[in-house]
């Protein structure tokens, strides 16, 4: 018998499939989410499971093979438009990404990235033929305001921001919004120049902090006020984007 994609042996830590979303992306969807995370944001909901491999042992992150996770995916198949792969970050796994994006394309599924975009052009290129399109969170445009958030700097995102903007690779980008945050305004204004240069209908979504749920830094700040998301969405409309989503 012939060697096939879903022959690889490797196996990715996967923390949980969750059926249908009409959240993730266009239509209905089944998400897949991997475990593990390059980042550190301090308003992150499952900083448990930011380290590869950790939470393994009490059952709540599985060792699975691409074959198998495709397997589960396709009992939903007729209900469903497409399948996110999220996280964590997912390509903080790139050979089993790879391996799942692939299997996932012989079934014909539509396959869009989830991502926090901390990964180089040569992973990109790699990744790019097999999936139709990405999910984008753009932090903080400051290198070290993004640093103080998430841990890291953002050098990769910006870069995979114009790369992905120039080649109209971008479903949707994505700014959490901490209320008062210095950076909030020079982020959205310039994330919002990127996309109204290279792909003006990219949906770009400005995403409320909550502090329920959150364990981390931030879990003691309150919800950005209102005029303030509306200041930031004025910004984006302004620029010339078409759609400005507040959630
Ligand atoms: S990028 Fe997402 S998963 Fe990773 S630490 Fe930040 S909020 Fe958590």
Redesign the pocket.
């Known amino acids: 018998m012939s060697k096939t994609v879903s022959d690889e042996a490797f196996k990715g830590y996967v923390k949980k499939i969750l059926p249908f979303s009409s959240v993730d992306g266009p239509g209905n969807r089944s998400i897949i989410f991997l475990q593990g ?5 301090g ?5 448990e ?2 380290a590869l491999g950790s939470a393994v042992t009490t059952g709540e992150i599985r060792l699975r093979t691409p074959d198998d996770v495709v397997q589960e995916v396709l009992k939903y198949k007729s209900f469903i438009s497409g399948v996110t792969i999220s ?3 997912c390509t903080l796994q790139p050979e089993f990404l790879l391996a799942l994006v692939k299997a996932l394309k012989k079934e014909a599924f539509h396959i869009l990235i989830d991502t ?1 975009g ?1 990964f180089d052009q040569a992973y990109y290129e790699r990744l790019r033929p097999w999936v139709d399109g990405f999910m984008l ?1 753009v ?1 903080s445009i400051d290198p070290e305001a993004h640093k103080k958030l ?2 890291e700097d953002n050098q990769k995102v910006i870069e995979n921001l114009h790369r992905m903007a120039g080649d109209r690779t971008l479903y949707e980008v994505r700014t ?1 919004i901490v209320p008062d945050w210095p950076d909030n305004t020079a982020t959205v204004t310039s994330v919002s120049k990127v996309l109204a240069e290279k792909s003006p209908s990219t949906r770009y979504k400005l995403i409320r902090f909550r502090p329920h749920g959150v364990v981390g830094l931030y879990k003691a700040l309150p919800m950005p006020k209102e005029t303030e998301m509306e200041n930031l969405k004025k910004i984006a409309s302004d620029a010339g984007l078409s759609q400005v989503i507040l959630v």
């Open positions: 995370c390059s980042f550190r944001c308003y992150c909901h499952n900083p499971t930011i996280g964590g970050e926090n901390d969170d932090k998430a841990g959490v």
